[in-house]
């Protein structure tokens, strides 16, 4: 057993003091030092500096470490153009310098104070980075093909690329599968995918409504990806249309990324059968999209949650720098109570989503937490100046070891 004293404690948005946390692998029990160091008098004592914060780690359910390689090569500004230099340059992107890329970005998160993501993965070729992270990983393996006379050919890849990922066998990795996305993936593919997470018990995710390319192309098979389907897989009409495609999640929860083009009839769908909804703010910004419409989303109850995307579509993985954008993307949003849903969004919020017994300082809970150092004590706005001052993360622990 050991106990960590920090100076204040978030727990939800409610800030404890002069409390300590006692844990191994998970949180055992939240009091006083003096009560902690009685119950376990054995226990290693961990004291922190004055104003030291712990909080819960953050959570990134959203991230492509396979393209870690970008920093410049892609086109950003709009999302054809963009798709285009992802297909142009992907091999370039993968070659040479990629295994160090990933580990770097991976490790950038953990130095960002995330303790948990979820790593889209198109080839497998972050499995091994995946493996040897220090963090928790969903590792969600991704089915893509929208020709029927791929299909068994996209789908013994994708299968075998997903018992790859089930022989990994250290706490805190955990097999997932992804549908790439409506346009991308024939609905033959998408039924067998879901049949397995069904099956096994597996967490789902799906990009739907990123792009103005998408909407139009699933409502009429017209706009910009006419020209994309037509010239690259001579395919002249969209395989499902947007009603259809959500019509094979209704009975699994499962997190929608993007999101942005969707409709009322889509979100009401969404709505209804508990989708969550992963928010990429910085991504869809650089790639021409549209901002979250997250007051429609508190208005109709459906969950939401914030990720980075890849370093494809963002400068940084790091959710404190993401949260800020937010913060200033939706100046409607009132801010107080606003910055509490984004720091609620990256802890409790994706742990739910993700089914993770983590995301909250609570006894039980997995010892997954953050020590930020604050400069004064904290006031009732500690969730803006959170957002705003990106303080220093002086110490990471991760189902109970001390990571940084
Ligand atoms: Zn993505």
Redesign the pocket.
Known sequence: MKIIAPNYILVGDTLLKNQAVAYDKTIQKIDSLDALTTLYPDARVEHLREHSLLMSGLINA???IEFSANKTALSYGDFMPWLYSVIKNREELMEGEATQSMEKAVDAMLQNGITTFGA?SSHGMDLDVCQKAKQNVVYFNEVIGSQATMADALFADFLSRLDASKEISREGFFPAVAVHSPYSVHPVLIKKAINIVKNEGLKLTA?FM?SKAEREWLDSSQGDFKTFFKELLKQEHCVCDAQEFLSFFDDVPTLL??AVQTNEEERETIARHKHTIIH?PI?NRLLGNPTLNIKDLNDKNIPWILAT??L??NYALDLFEEMKLSLFMHPSAPLLLFAKSLIHSVTKGAADALGLNTGEIKEGKNADFIILDLEKEPNDELAIHLILHRYNISNVYINGSKEI
């Open positions: 959203h991230v492509h889209i990009h990123e990324t993007h990429c991504s995307d890849g494809s579509s």
